[in-house]
């Protein structure tokens, strides 16, 4: 009998435990702020990862935006990004409105760079839009190479460059 009572004393214990853990991570104490940020970085590490899989894809202006055989630099992050639940408006200048402005020196694996590159671009209007992936490069599609990696700090990228947004 002693066992037995010994036993139930434990489960309840151990379920008073377990509820306790839950009603404090359930009403943001304790760490649960940490726990929400890496949640974000590890959905931008995934949604990367997801893009990555597409290297070498062919680039085409105006390429459809369900289908992954050709990619415009919008489309892809359009693409990439409905996987993970955000949906982006179809063009860089609408997705260049969407989320809250960061700074280039605290860019986040997952934020979108958006520069003003290419023929039809005037320095001021947005016309490209790449992913941040960490350490100073980006995923991104643009004419031969199609999807690829740059260098966000190469002197292309660096007098083109316009701001970055984060939609996580």
Known sequence: MKKHQ???QAIVVGMCTTIGLSTLMATSAGTAPAAAASVTSSTGQNIVNFGSK????RYEFGASTTSTRTFDCSSF???IFAKYGINLPRTSAAQSTVGTPV???N???????F???GSRA???NVTHVAVYMGNGKMLHTYGAPGVTISDVNSSHWT??????RRVL
Do not use: C, E, I, Q
Request: charged residues 20%; positive net charge; aromatic residues 18%.
């Open 54 to 57: 597409y290297m070498g894809v």
């Open 103 to 105: 700074s280039k020196a």
């Open 122 to 124: 005037n320095g001021h």
């Open 77 to 79: 992050t359009k693409y």
């Open 6 to 8: 010994w036993f139930k």
């Open 115 to 117: 520069f003003s590159s």
């Open 159 to 164: 007098k083109t460059y316009l701001k970055a």
């Open 107 to 113: 860019l986040r694996v997952g934020d979108l760079l």
